[in-house]
């Protein structure tokens, strides 16, 4: 329970829904607590008029002498007992009864009465349930929504390494599956948790006031129902954690191979995969296969101690009515039989709730661990917000990934002037990407410092620096938009002007006018309607429509064919003029004048210079060149 103490902001935060939600359930079960003192009033008075009836009858055949007989009349002594019967009655009861009783209507209008106050009892009763639904409930469904809210705004918060260590199933599932089991706990199991407290707390009242002793009896089986569910909750606790874990891996399986469903067809592994999955998906159903039988186990042990109390009831207040003890009569077993019936739901609903409880308990616990989880990278106490001019300064960068223990750069020093054009090359694995990342601060470094325009990145406002870096990365990534909807996507404001303009830098646009819809056609998933060409040039667009003093592009025409390139080059020679650029990449760009290449080898700068005097130390740089001249003269 105690994982689910981050839930109380909410019920804080709903505290006037969930107060009057409390004050419904009361006098929910206040107006439906009074049908069986009602009830067992009718049940005496049939009793009490067929006694009279009998002895009426029985007189005018033992005295025939004496003339016409008479209704026999209620004497001070039965008034007396009437009196004593309604004694431990509820205070409406009483004045109903007594007001019933001024009135002296036929024993047929006061059955009348009694049967229409019993029907009116239901509908207050109903009333205040389905008022009791309106703020309980609504109040679960804004806490969900609140709750996921608060979820994805820290999944937006957490830095790159948590994405690499966590999988976008288990991601998916701790929102939808585990925030749906603690809606239950705020909504369903709080509603009836509450109704089941009432309901017992009257019946036990009205139990003990009308006859202490026969309600001991009656309530002896419950301390062992009490037991049963204590034992039941600690095995299901442990389940419902191990079965929201196996959850996770199914959905994780099911996520990934959506995802991928072309490299699945393409190596036709349709059967490996669904054999993976089927695996996995028995896992799961024989787990909850195994709590469902561990549950099923309170419905029979419920019915069973419900039943016992029943025939307690009837057994033993039928001998005290007989022999005529403890001023028990028929009203009264028929009250306590309906008392019972009334605590049949709610305390069968206690293995309901407890389930719900200790599920829900579980799933808030695997989703505290990512609301508990802090962010490396995260603003300074006091962000800096400063508008670049692009003087970039790397100093002596040692950079290790936290996730796999890679030494991607060491003594890695670099200063790049406003204006610069720098390309970074070298061989996959050496470090260029790490360098974006870094720049991005989507990691900070182990050792050094980055500064820009000399001051140094962890004391700028952590949006505010990527907000004025166009970045375009080596994974190609489009949401399921329109094309515009996804160039623009960097844009504060919509503008078309913008947009059709950055295509054309990427030299898109062309393609784009092809299109069915055009600039408002619809990109599948992950952009796969597009090619691999297509989907680099628009990803190129979204960088270059906010038009940003410092860019940076990571490998990013490497689907480009070499005509498309030359037109890409130009557009960006252009585009480039005033602005910091640096371009991370394995191939050497001719076209484009750079005012300085570096070549970087395990993390460490081996060589650095213009086009030419690379070429004069012939050493790596050249080796790349020539390489790549003799692929485009094969080609």
């Known amino acids: ?10 019920f804080w935060k709903y505290r006037m829904r969930f107060f009057w939600g409390l004050v419904f359930i009361i006098l929910s079960n206040y107006f439906r607590i009074l049908t069986p003192q009602v009830t067992g009033y009718v049940v005496n ?3 009490k008029e067929l006694r009279d009836s009998i002895a009426f009858k029985t007189s005018r055949l033992t005295m025939p002498s004496q003339g016409t007989a008479t209704q026999p009349q209620t004497t001070g002594s039965q008034a007396l007992q ?11 009861v009483k004045k109903f009864i007594r007001r019933l009783d001024e009135a002296k209507p036929s024993f047929g209008t006061k059955v009348a009465i009694c049967g229409i106050t019993l029907l009116v009892l239901a509908l207050v009763g109903g ?13 679960s469904r804004h806490i969900e929504y609140d709750q996921k809210k608060e979820i994805y705004d820290h999944y937006q918060l957490l830095d790159a390494n948590f994405y690499k260590i966590h999988s976008t199933g288990d991601l998916m599932s701790r929102m939808a599956e585990d925030v749906s089991r603690v809606r239950m706990f705020t909504g369903p199991a709080v509603m009836y948790l509450v109704n089941l407290l009432a309901t017992i707390a009257f019946s036990l009242f009205f139990m003990l006031k009308k006859d202490p002793l026969l309600s001991f009896y009656v309530l002896t089986p419950l301390p062992i129902l009490a037991i049963t569910i204590y034992y039941v909750n600690t095995i299901i606790h442990k389940r419902s954690e191990h079965i929201q874990a196996l ?16 490299v699945i067809k393409s190596f036709v592994q349709e059967n490996a995969m669904l054999r993976f999955f089927t695996h996995n998906s028995e896992e799961y159903r024989k787990n909850a296969v195994g709590l469902a039988k561990v549950e099923s186990i309170y419905f029979p042990s419920m019915g069973l101690m419900i039943g016992l109390s029943t025939l307690l009831a009837i057994m033993i207040g039928g001998l005290y009515s007989i022999y005529g003890r403890h001023n028990t009569d028929l009203g009264t077993i028929t009250e306590f039989v309906i008392y019972i019936t009334m605590l049949t739901f709610p305390v069968s609903a206690i293995g309901w709730v407890a389930s719900i409880i200790q599920r829900a308990s579980a799933s808030q616990k695997r989703l505290n661990e990512f609301l508990d989880t802090v962010p490396d990278i995260r603003n300074p106490d006091t962000p800096l917000q400063h508008h670049l001019q692009g003087n970039i300064s790397f100093e002596h960068i040692d950079f290790i990934y936290p996730n796999t223990g890679i030494h991607a750069l060491k003594d890695f020093h670099l200063d790049i002037r406003k204006g610069e054009k720098v390309v970074i090359i070298g061989r996959t694995g050496s470090g260029k990407t790490t360098v974006a990342q870094l720049l991005l601060r989507m990691y900070d470094p182990g050792k050094g410092r980055i500064l820009i325009d000399g001051i140094d990145i962890r004391q700028f406002d952590l949006q505010d620096l990527r907000r004025q870096i166009s970045y375009t990365p080596q994974d190609t990534f489009l949401f399921s938009d329109t094309v ?5 996507f960097g844009l504060e404001k919509p503008d078309e002007e913008k947009v059709r303009r950055a295509a054309h830098y990427a030299a898109v646009d062309k393609e784009i006018e092809g299109f069915a819809d055009k600039y408002n056609t619809m990109i599948g998933e992950r952009g796969v309607t597009l090619s691999g060409g297509q989907k680099q040039r628009i990803s190129i667009a979204r960088s270059l429509v906010k038009d940003p003093e410092i860019v940076v592009f990571d490998d990013c025409l490497s689907a480009v064919d070499a005509k498309t390139e030359k037109e890409i080059l130009a557009n960006l020679h252009q585009y480039l003029h005033h602005k910091t650029a640096v371009i991370i990449t394995h191939r050497i760009f001719s076209l484009l004048d750079f005012d300085r290449i570096i070549v970087l080898e395990e993390g460490r700068i081996v060589e650095t210079g213009t086009h030419q005097e690379l070429l004069a130390l012939n050493g790596y740089y050249t080796y790349l060149y020539e390489q790549q001249q003799r692929e485009k003269e094969e080609a």
């Open 1 to 10: 329970m105690k994982h689910l103490r981050a839930v109380n902001k909410y």
């Open 45 to 47: 008075s049939v009793e």
């Open 82 to 92: 009437d009196k004593k019967d309604t004694a431990n009655y509820d205070i409406l």
């Open 127 to 139: 009333f205040f349930m389905f008022l009791m639904r309106q703020t309980i409930i609504v109040m």
């Open 247 to 262: 959850l996770s891996n199914l959905t994780t399986n099911a996520q990934e191979s959506y995802s991928g469903i072309r």
């Open 484 to 488: 515009t909807g996804n160039i623009q």
